[in-house]
């Protein structure tokens, strides 16, 4: 059988600050660097900062006030890496107090994540 390679793109919902602001501070501290325009790098990781245009038009976590679209950037990187830097932005992001759920090829190895 042939292994088929991760898309490595993932979308993380975020809940827990109340403006883009806010939650870009929460972002620079959990993860360092600063922002260029939405993007903001984490390592092999391009993260941009999107405001969720339906937030609190329902329940759960499509209607949660943030989101991020991540992708890998600058460089390609194998699949093992990207999901390792996903687990680690995850982690960091929970111990600012930030609820996340994630949605990507690869959720059932970002389970039972640890604050660092």
């Known amino acids: 059988m042939i292994a088929l390679a991760l898309d490595l793109y993932c979308t993380v919902y975020l809940d827990g600050r109340k403006t883009n602001s806010v939650m870009r501070e929460a972002l620079v501290a959990a993860l360092g660097g600063e922002f260029e325009g939405r993007r903001l790098r984490f390592g092999a990781l391009g993260v ?14 499509l209607y949660w006030p943030f989101y991020l679209e991540i992708e890998a950037d600058p460089e ?8 390792t830097a996903i687990r680690s932005l995850l982690g960091r992001l929970k111990a600012q107090g930030v609820r996340t759920t994630t949605a990507c090829d690869f959720e059932d190895q970002l389970q039972d994540i640890e604050c660092p």
Request: glycine share 14%.
């Open 76 to 83: 390609p990187v194998d699949d093992a890496s990207f999901v």
């Open 48 to 61: 941009d900062l999107f405001d969720n245009s339906i937030r609190g038009e329902g329940e759960g976590f």
